[in-house]
T-cell receptor
Framework: KNQVEQSPQSLIILEGKNCTLQ??????????LRWYKQDTGRGPVSLTI?????NTKSNGRYTATLDADTKQSSLHITASQLSDSASYICVVSVGRDTGTYKYIFGTGTRLKVLA | GAGVSQSPSNKVTEKGKDVELRCDPI?????LYWYRQSLGQGLEFLIYFQGNSAPDKSGLPSDRFSAERTGGSVSTLTIQRTQQEDSAVYLC????????????FGPGTRLTVL
């Protein structure tokens, strides 16, 4: 069964601190993996995308890693800001690079950054 | 605006009533998805439209749910005879299609069935 699991379920950190969110997946055939940020009351917004051959991708203070052998990904947030408070969702695309259209969503990690 | 829009933003209805949720995708995007997001759950795929192809309806939970996309643009998700378990946020996403498959999500419609 195609599945994406995220941990922790929720996380509280102080402003300025770093944190790492985890994503484990059992999806076949794997196409790519994305991390999304979802602010309260909004739709998810894409942060990073990684294909099978990529093992790290950065977007500002966000750095995602992918280990295709262990089927694990992480999202590292550096020097957190209050605006980072949101849910972070790991999404894995099912299928080949052509014709991919199915996405498996994790349940997300709810991050709260405190002043 | 340049993004995906959805309406209404909130909908409260009584059990047994029908509801229509609307999605305006980004202009030129050929693919459109509907998802349902329940509290504490991941996004649940409902239906997928790609160009003029027949939609993939495999995620619709029952025959009370239907969706259409007119003219390859606006889409409407209809839920007939709503039940309390239909309460959720319904999200729409569009993408250009093909290999550049980043989904752009709308803000969602929060549906509450009393």
């Amino acid at each position: 069964k195609n599945q994406v699991e995220q941990s922790p379920q929720s996380l509280i950190i102080l402003e300025g601190k770093n944190c790492t969110l985890q994503c484990n997946y059992t999806v076949s055939p794997f196409s790519n993996l994305r991390w999304y940020k979802q602010d309260t009351g909004r739709g998810p917004v894409s942060l990073t995308i990684m294909t099978f051959s990529e093992n790290t991708k950065s977007n500002g203070r966000y750095t995602a890693t992918l280990d295709a052998d262990t089927k694990q990904s992480s999202l590292h947030i550096t020097a957190s800001q209050l605006s980072d408070s949101a849910s972070y969702i790991c999404v894995v695309s099912v299928g080949r690079d052509t014709g991919t259209y199915k996405y498996i969503f994790g349940t997300g990690t709810r991050l709260k950054v405190l002043a | 605006g340049a993004g995906v829009s959805q309406s209404p933003s909130n909908k409260v209805t009584e059990k047994g009533k029908d509801v229509e949720l609307r999605c305006d995708p980004i202009s030129g995007h050929t693919a459109l998805y509907w998802y349902r997001q329940s509290l504490g759950q991941g996004l649940e795929f409902l239906i997928y439209f790609q160009g003029n192809s027949a939609p993939d309806k495999s995620g619709l939970p029952s025959d009370r749910f239907s969706a259409e996309r007119t003219g390859g643009s606006v889409s409407t998700l209809t839920i007939q005879r709503t039940q309390q378990e239909d309460s959720a946020v319904y999200l729409c996403a569009s993408l250009r299609g093909g290999r550049a498959d980043t989904q752009y999500f709308g803000p969602g419609t929060r549906l509450t069935v009393l």
